[in-house]
């Protein structure tokens, strides 16, 4: 089987900076596309960041210049770091990711989701 887990979320006042983590694990042949995703109380779940295996990125525009996604393929893990963070940024965070593992083709893996909340 294979899983996704995130780490890294929490509280922070803002302009305040957090990075968050998401390392997959399992019989897992390849990883192509990863990326984050985020949900707000009422709203639906929309694209933050995402990056390719080649290593090729794409931002909302909500987050550009601020949110920086990168990944070690070896470690088979994600990274969102998250600068100037504003309170509509106070979400459910979840790491996504396109896999190729030892029991299926091609496939979309969630994580299970980590808090980041933006308040003073």
């Known amino acids: 089987q294979v899983q996704l887990v995130e780490s890294g979320g929490g509280l922070v006042q803002p302009g305040g900076s957090l990075r968050l983590s998401c390392t997959a694990s399992g019989s897992i042949f390849s990883i192509n596309t990863m990326g984050w995703y985020r949900q707000a109380p009422g709203k639906e779940r929309e694209l933050v960041a995402a990056i390719t295996s080649g290593g090729s990125t794409n931002y909302a525009d909500s987050v550009k210049g601020r949110f920086t996604i990168s990944r070690d393929n070896a470690k088979r893990t994600v990274y969102l770091q998250m600068n100037s963070l504003k309170p509509e940024d106070t979400a459910v965070y979840y790491c996504?990711?396109?896999?190729?593992?030892?029991?299926?083709?091609?496939?979309?893996?969630w994580g299970q989701g980590t808090q980041v909340t933006v308040s003073s």
């Open positions: 996504n990711a396109n896999i190729i593992s030892r029991y299926s083709s091609a496939s979309i893996y």
